[in-house]
């Protein structure tokens, strides 16, 4: 079992950044492709960015592409998702989750298997 729990979530101005982290338990986490997810309200969760086990390779999704970066620091078990120029369409509650069956970043929602709680990020005009 892994549990994730994230944190850095706020609210900013448009054109502002944030970043947001997402510490996982467990000795396996460097063998999990990670990813962010976000839900506006009254919309279904959408992918966000996801990347392989090793780092060496990451994916976004294209609204995001350009301004975010996800990383990872496997010593520190933690995974991160920089956020940058950020838009009032950014607003919505932001997920990490992790895969124990991939390895590659996959943009997949039924790819992961844990799931954290949740931060919200609130982005004013």
């Known amino acids: 079992q892994v549990q994730l729990v994230e944190s850095g979530g706020g609210l900013v101005q448009a054109g502002g950044s944030l970043r947001l982290s997402c510490a996982a338990s467990?000795?396996?986490?460097?063998?999990?492709?990670m990813g962010w997810f976000r839900q506006a309200p009254g919309k279904e969760r959408e992918f966000v960015a996801a990347?392989?086990?090793?780092?060496?390779?990451?994916r976004y999704a294209d609204s995001v592409k350009g301004r975010f970066i996800i990383s990872r620091d496997n010593a520190k078990n933690t995974v991160y998702l920089q956020m940058n120029s950020l838009l009032p369409e950014d607003t919505a509650v932001y997920y990490c989750?992790?895969?124990?069956?991939?390895?590659?970043?996959?943009?997949?929602?039924?790819?992961?298997?844990?799931w954290g709680q949740g931060t919200q990020v609130t982005v004013s005009s």
């Open positions: 989750a992790a895969s124990r069956t991939h390895v590659a970043a996959t943009g997949t929602f039924t790819n992961y298997d844990y």
């Open positions: 467990g000795r396996t986490f460097s063998t999990y492709a």
């Open positions: 990347i392989s086990y090793s780092g060496g390779s990451t």
